[in-house]
């Protein structure tokens, strides 16, 4: 088991280009995390999936952020017209929703750079 | 609503103790503890269910208090390996993890 991989590491884009990350769970993992973290603070719920289904997503984000998740394996982010507030690392995490004492596994994120 | 950690904080000594607290204004049906060190994945570290249990590893320990919605996580002392930024995170109903805005931990030799 590799863990939570997470491609691209980084990515520098203009504002107002579309970018999209995947993220590859722990294959053992039913439930699938989006966060997002800006430099001194703590992670920010964006979305999560229990298998396929998106079971929720942060009322604070904007209609420019979808993901899915076919097939309930691999997901990915897409941001459209990015704007310069949405530089952050982009941080995917898995768990198995029967395990009450396991927690989640995070990959190691994507940084995003919009200039 | 967000959990409120404190402190935002603190720098010790090798072998010095220290308590990070996470508060929640909302009935809370768990609580996770991850550290975090600079520029890598938070890990996580334990998960307290709700019943006002303590639980513990090595010299990490942490508590939950259900009827103040609080929970105490407890580091011993403490290696220069624990420095790093820790996070609570609590969840409501079983769903997904909102997390606190961190502690600072850094310690000295």
């Known amino acids: 088991d590799t863990g939570v991989s997470q491609n691209p590491r980084h990515k520098i884009t203009k504002r107002g280009q579309n970018v999209t990350f995947r993220c590859d769970p722990i294959s053992e993992h039913n439930r699938l995390y989006w966060y997002r973290q800006t430099l001194g603070q703590g992670p920010e719920f964006l979305t999560y999936?229990?298998?396929?289904?998106?079971?929720?997503k942060s009322r604070l984000l904007s209609d420019r952020f979808s993901a899915e998740r076919p097939k309930g394996s691999f997901s990915t982010l897409e941001i459209q017209r990015t704007e310069q507030g949405d530089s952050a690392m982009y941080l995917c995490?898995?768990?198995?929703?029967?395990?009450?004492?396991?927690?989640?596994?995070f990959g190691s994120g994507t940084r995003l750079t919009v200039v | 609503q967000q959990p409120v950690q404190s402190p935002q904080a603190v720098i010790l000594r090798e072998g010095e103790d220290a308590v990070i607290n996470c508060s929640s204004s909302k009935a809370l049906y768990s609580v996770h503890w991850y550290r975090q060190k600079h520029g890598e994945a938070p890990v996580f570290l334990m998960i307290?269910?709700?019943?006002?249990e303590q639980k513990g590893h090595d010299k990490i320990s942490a508590s939950f208090n259900e009827k103040k919605q609080q929970s105490s996580l407890y580091l011993t002392a403490s290696q220069l390996s624990y420095s790093g930024t820790y996070f609570c995170?609590?969840?409501?109903?079983?769903?997904?993890?909102?997390f606190g805005g961190g502690t600072r931990l850094m310690v000295k030799p």
């Open positions: 999936f229990q298998n396929e289904a998106q079971l929720e």
């Open positions: 995170g609590t969840e409501f109903a079983g769903n997904m993890l909102t």
């Open positions: 307290l269910l709700k019943g006002g």
């Open positions: 995490a898995s768990s198995f929703v029967l395990d009450a004492t396991g927690g989640y596994t």
